[in-house]
């Protein structure tokens, strides 16, 4: 048992108690908002040296310290920075409780970091709560009506995906008589099935896990609360919930279904094919249902539905080549990696224009090009970046996962996210039109903080820096990829 | 692996007689006279060992109450697990305390906001 | 120490877009003088690279090469080289890339965003022409679209959003299967590296798929740029909708991207393939040579005419790449050359009359002889030069391509296509001829009396084009000689005599 491994998750913590108890003194904005930055860049610099550690397990195998948990931490850490910054302007309207609003933050996003860790069924679900029950109370912050429904709706369904995943793993657990991934994958391999029709209570556990998974990184069947949720959540936790609780909810699919599911080979195979059905049925009810929204965040909520999809079919590529090829493992990581800034940055700027214009619909952001032009302009990066044009992050984040597919022989697959990419240009590029060259509502510029310029500038220039030299993250993801325990 | 299956079914279709045999039983009882049929105003009340409602029972509770319902949650937690720790104290030694005194410090933290923010005034 | 001559060519449209964008509230003048800086300095670069290129047969295919490690996890370098056909199409791209700061000289909206998408549409085609690996070249190609879809939604006129989109639709559908065909194909031969590959006989290598279906998957992506008939029907819309400068992009380079990634990668790595598809292709070409020209006889709008015949010409060239012959190689890349150059002068002439008349339809167009003489002139020489006169570029094209396509021994019915799609050269006479007299001869109207004629730049502009094409015409040597160096080893593949 060694607590140093532990120093991102428990100094973060450290930091939301700090934030809470300071709350009770003062709750002016600069201290607060400083504080937890320092938290964060405390726990980062723990983390960059756990990085070049070598890849072990620890409190009894239920933690696994490698460098693609790690990598899941800086994620979860950069969301953390960016959604931080973007609520120094938003937290007028939770200025009574803002030091419980930053805790909150803090708190999830240890639950998030200890989930990319886990690899024992208990803590997977301790962790994934931990973070879950902090956003449940986010969600419905704002206490108007839209953002009660939102945490409402949030908090129930969250619950039944909640009791599918339990049910789900007590089922793997009654099989198998283990917890921990590594074990169960033994355990399943001693079983010595051939097909998964063998054994009912294995295909009932996958597919309930699965299930319950799939809320948390909002794939079909289970994607009904995300518009809702990310239309009444404060704007800021909708930007959280769309990439950090995403990334993390993938690290934790990864790892369960690679270490447990992973062999033998048919059985990989056979989830790898869910998830790609799955993937197809995501991206396609996404990306279709996307173009028609009116409301800017919930447009934002189905296409990150649809990048969920895009993200699937790097799981069915991990499933598909196992051992051989950690490529796929590696494109799933940098596609978060690119994906949380990407969506982390559209989300600052729909901040900025929604301060001003108290409203998200997506007419009234016609001629913003003209009243703000830095912060159209940042927003058209990231939507273009989430299109997957040149020269972004998305691009090749893109072009990274659907290598990796196509390597494993799912050509099908990428052919249909390919032409879903198409699909999907129709509504990133309305708003960009309507943007540039849609006629200004009224002539008043938008203004905006700082901390929400330098908010955005970090993830544009994070947008092109990846998108140009993508090598400097694709050497850390492809270590990722391999140290996975 | 379906036979073991089979036993569960087995398990779960006696109890459904069982439960299904209860009140048939008594209802053949009452029908051949083995069973007594003398009821009293006592005996045919809602809550025959309780207290009757006082006004409607559909009303909204203090939300206060849940909070205290909460804090005393987490009290009872902290008392069960101290007993155990405090149960095999010497072999835990000093990193045990450690990890108690830690366990303790946040719960604290709770207290100390609860207090803070007014939550244990009944106002 | 080696100068990276082609990085230099290829980053400096973008570097005078960097230094426009930061010019403290310039004023129209100070941008495009800047702008047409870097694109002439891009020129005369890429001049020096023509006559720096060996020639001799001796010489290797690939030139002036560049190569850094980019991303190395999906084996994907930055890679830069020319050979004959592409630096042809390097050298047509940064002279249209100047003459198209001449054709914009008078954009006064917005300006600075203008110039700025200009020059960087510039450096995404030169990226395509000269990137060797085939992660690059996707990149570059799928760069020219913003620019592209801004280029023509805020400058174009008429339903210019639609047009836009339709374009970017279109191009992402073709490119998004290109994307699986690129990575299949990088799994099938290990590299990015198109120098490579081409070396590569794939027939022989293990595929995901079937090697038709990755010609197929590429072949979809080109199809739709070029045009070829059925997927041509973006071509008129955008070419209508698009500002003059972005039409003679258009059609002058974009429109050979589609044509030089034929003879790249279809020609290139599939041989084989190439040679069982070639009748269907070339069916496909007389289609579009004749039905594109059938299209344009009927067209009102002086500038869908022009757009129209685009998908004529681009027929030619589709004929030339898949009849397969040395020749008729060599013939569609000067085609695309010639087109280039020719289409772009028609735009610019079709922009210019359009500017001083505010008219475009030909019913109400009418005796402008008298009005611009200058403009009758040079509209003529280039509608001449379209519809293959001797003595201009147009001439030595097509006629390469129809003696290459009709000694065709690879593809069995190459001479009935090849005479079919000559009679195309028949009804581009009759719409060339027939839309110079309705426009420029005819009595004189009133309400164009007037009307003046092009000034110094437009003069500039007008003149360099023509220079070309007389250049071409005379002495086409001085392109041939270049692209056989690149269709060499092409040709050795396809097994053609």
């Known amino acids: 048992m060694n607590l140093w491994l532990l120093a991102p998750e428990l100094s973060l913590f450290f930091t939301a108690v700090v934030v809470l108890l300071l709350g009770l003194a003062s709750s002016r904005r600069g201290i607060v908002i400083g504080v937890s930055l320092l938290g964060v860049l405390v726990s980062f610099v723990f983390a960059a040296f756990l990085w070049s550690g070598t890849p072990q397990a620890t409190f009894n195998g239920m933690l696994s310290v490698d460098q693609f948990a790690v990598f899941f931490k800086f994620i979860v850490l950069a969301a953390l920075v960016l959604v931080i910054l973007a609520s120094a302007d938003y937290d007028y309207k939770v200025e009574q409780v803002r030091a419980e609003y930053f805790t909150l933050i803090l708190i999830s996003a240890v639950g998030l970091m200890l989930l990319s860790s886990a690899r024992e069924l208990i803590t997977i679900y301790v962790s994934l709560e931990m973070s879950s029950i902090s956003l449940y109370v986010l969600a419905g912050f704002l206490r108007d009506r839209r953002s009660s429904e939102a945490g409402l709706k949030y908090l129930l369904l969250g619950s039944v995906a909640s009791a599918t995943l339990l049910y789900g793993m007590s089922f793997v657990y009654g099989l198998t008589g283990k917890t921990e991934l590594g074990q169960i994958a033994s355990a399943i391999q001693s079983l010595s099935l051939s097909g998964l029709l063998d054994n009912p209570a294995l295909l009932l556990g996958l597919v309930l896990v699965a299930g319950g998974f799939g809320f948390k990184i909002s794939s079909f069947p289970f994607q009904m609360w995300v518009p809702d949720v990310y239309e009444g959540a404060p704007t800021p936790i909708t930007g959280y919930l769309s990439v950090a609780s995403k990334a993390a909810g993938f690290a934790a699919v990864m790892r369960i279904f690679y270490d447990a599911f992973g062999a033998p080979s048919w059985l990989g195979q056979n989830w790898g094919l869910l998830f790609a059905g799955l993937s197809i049925a995501t991206m396609t009810v996404g990306n279709i249902v996307a173009t028609a929204q009116a409301n800017i965040k919930r447009m934002m909520a189905y296409s990150s539905i649809a990048q969920a999809g895009y993200i699937m079919v790097g799981l069915a590529a991990v499933s598909m080549g196992q051992s051989v090829a950690p490529a796929a493992r590696s494109a799933l990581a940098f596609f978060l990696a690119s994906y949380t800034l990407t969506n982390m940055g559209a989300f600052v700027a729909i901040i900025a224009f929604s301060n001003k214009t108290n409203s998200d619909l997506i007419v009234d952001y016609s001629g913003m090009g003209r009243r703000a032009p830095l912060l159209a302009l940042g927003l058209t990066l990231c939507l273009v970046s989430l299109l997957g044009l040149p020269p972004t992050a998305g691009l090749i984040a893109k072009v990274y996962i659907f290598n990796a597919a196509v390597q494993q022989g799912l050509l099908w697959l990428v052919i249909v996210a390919v032409l879903n990419t198409v699909v999907s240009a129709y509504y990133y590029l309305r708003v960009v039109k309507l943007m540039w060259l849609g006629n200004p509502v009224s002539e008043e510029p938008v203004p905006s903080s700082a901390a929400l310029r330098t908010a955005l500038f970090l993830a544009c220039a994070g947008i092109l820096l990846l998108g140009i030299v993508p090598d400097l993250l694709v050497r850390l993801s492809e270590t990722a990829g391999h140290s996975l325990l | 692996m379906l036979t073991q299956f089979g036993q569960i079914a087995l398990f779960i279709l006696v109890i459904v007689l069982f439960i299904s045999a209860l009140p048939i039983a008594a209802f053949i009882f009452r029908l051949i006279g083995l069973a007594p049929h003398k009821p009293t105003q006592v005996k045919t009340s809602t809550y025959e060992s309780g207290m009757e409602t006082v006004g409607k029972s559909w009303i909204q509770f203090n939300v206060r109450y849940y909070t205290y319902a909460l804090i005393f949650v987490a009290l009872d937690v902290t008392a069960i697990l101290l007993y155990t720790w405090a149960v095999d104290l010497k072999s835990l030694g000093a990193a045990g305390l450690g990890v108690a005194l830690v366990f303790i410090a946040i719960l604290a933290v709770g207290y100390l906001y609860t207090w803070k923010k007014k939550f244990l005034e009944w106002k | ?497």
């Open chain 3, 1 to 497: 120490m080696n100068i990276p001559y082609l990085t230099l060519i290829l980053f400096l449209p973008v570097a005078g877009a960097i230094v426009v964008a930061l010019l403290p509230k310039p004023e129209q003048k100070t941008i495009r003088s800047v702008a047409l800086v870097f694109t002439l300095l891009s020129f005369f670069l890429s001049i020096g690279v023509f006559l720096g290129f060996d020639r001799s047969s001796a010489a290797g295919t690939m030139q002036f090469e560049e190569k850094l490690s980019w991303l190395p996890a999906i084996g994907s370098a930055y890679h830069l080289g020319v050979d004959g056909i592409s630096l042809v199409m390097m050298i047509l791209t940064t002279l249209i890339g100047v003459l198209t700061i001449l054709v914009s000289w008078k954009v006064t909206s917005r300006p600075r965003e203008y110039f700025i998408w200009l020059l960087v549409l510039e450096t995404s085609i030169l990226g395509v022409f000269t990137s060797v690996d085939l992660i690059m070249f996707f990149i570059f190609w799928e760069v020219e679209l913003v620019p592209m879809y801004f280029l023509i939604s805020i400058w174009g006129t008429g339903r210019k959003e639609y047009s836009a989109l339709k374009y970017v639709i279109y191009t992402i559908t073709g490119s998004a299967l290109m994307l699986a065909g690129i990575l299949t194909l990088y799994f099938s031969v290990g590299t990015m590296d198109m120098a490579v590959i081409a070396q590569t006989d794939l027939s022989k290598a293990t595929t995901i798929i079937p090697l038709a279906g990755i010609f197929v998957l590429l072949l979809i992506g080109f199809a739709i740029k070029l045009p070829v008939f059925p997927l041509h029907t973006w071509l008129p819309d955008a070419h209508t909708d698009a500002p003059t400068a972005v039409s003679v992009v258009l059609a002058g380079v974009l429109l050979k991207m589609g044509g030089y990634g034929m003879i790249r990668f279809n020609v290139g790595f599939f041989p084989s393939v190439a040679e069982d598809a070639a009748p269907i292709l070339m069916a496909l070409a007389v289609v579009n040579v004749l039905y594109g020209a059938a299209i344009t006889l009927r067209q009102t709008d002086l500038k869908r005419l022009i757009a129209y015949s685009s998908v004529s010409h681009m027929g030619l060239v589709l004929l030339g790449v898949f009849a397969l012959t040395p020749v008729s190689l060599t013939g569609a890349t000067l085609q695309m050359f010639n087109h280039g150059v020719v289409t772009g002068l028609l735009f610019a002439m079709v922009g210019l009359v359009y500017d001083k008349t505010h008219n475009r339809n030909l019913g109400k167009l009418g005796g402008l002889a008298r009005q611009m003489p200058i403009v009758v002139v040079v509209f003529s020489i280039a509608g001449l030069a379209s519809l293959g006169l001797p003595g201009t570029s147009g001439f030595a094209a097509e006629f390469l391509v129809f003696v290459g396509s009709f000694t065709s021994t690879t593809v069995t019915s190459a001479r009935v296509l090849t005479l079919l799609s000559a009679f195309g050269i028949v009804l581009t006479a009759g719409y060339i001829l027939w839309m110079l007299q309705r426009v420029f001869y005819g009595p004189p109207k009133e309400e164009y009396n007037r009307v003046p004629d092009a000034d110094r730049v437009e003069m500039l502009c007008i003149f360099s084009f023509v220079a070309v094409i007389g250049l071409i015409g005379i002495y086409p040597a001085i392109l041939t000689n270049v692209i056989q160096v690149g269709t060499r080893s092409l040709t050795v593949l396809v097994g053609a005599p």
